[in-house]
């Protein structure tokens, strides 16, 4: 086993284990993997010495590491926007009392980094730290929609297009002509695609390069809220989102600024 490969099927050992969401017995583990059961008990045991997984002996089940807590943290601060993007995130949410969420692409999938509750809470999937499919989110578009075209076609080959409702696109050509109005209006939207009731606006955080950063967006309950009410929203969404792009940039290029703005 090469050492590249080691370290891959580690991970992979490390994904399945926060999958499950709770303690998990090495035979869910084996239940679920492609691995010889002498490998996977190897590379559980290997994680458990490194603290990146824990055992309880008394329930015989693993779980996710105190190691992970402290590299998570350090990502969050290093390589999120979350902590350039809070104090923005708070102050639109307070302005419109909505949920305000702030993503970014992991593999082609979500990852929600942070979330700003509404004045009037509302449950929901997402949440930060958690995943979830880029083809029917709003931030998940708007960031596709503006990945170069290779890098587009990559992340539009592994989406699943499972059907979550009855407004779900669940094919890579349908969702390619939304993300072309996509690029020409500058936001996204959530028609109920990934849960029922629950629909957003979406806007992409762009370098001045035109790399794509992240994504922020707007949510709320059909209950009391429709898509033109979202819509009133964009200037202000997009605002947001070019701030948070400036001080990305300068925050994490600070020298080329320097050097630029001199």
Known sequence: MSEGGT???ALAVLDQVAGFGRPVRFGDLQAQSDLPKATLYRLVQTLVQQSMLAYD???QTYSLGVRLVRLAHAAWQQSSLAPIARPSLDDLSARIGET???AQLDNAQVLYVDKRNAAQPVQMFSGAGKVGPAYCTGVGKAMLAFLDP?????ALAQQSYHRFTDTTLTSADALRGELATIRAEGHA???EEHEPGIICIAVPILAESGRMLGAMSVT????RMTLDDLTKLAPQLKDTAAFIAREAQTWRFPETQKRTGS
């Open 220 to 223: 709320g309950p059909t209950t």
């Open 57 to 59: 002996p008394d329930s």
């Open 150 to 154: 290779v890098q587009l076609e990559a």
């Open 7 to 9: 370290v891959g099927k």
């Open 100 to 102: 305000v969420h702030l």
């Open 189 to 191: 939207f959530d028609r």
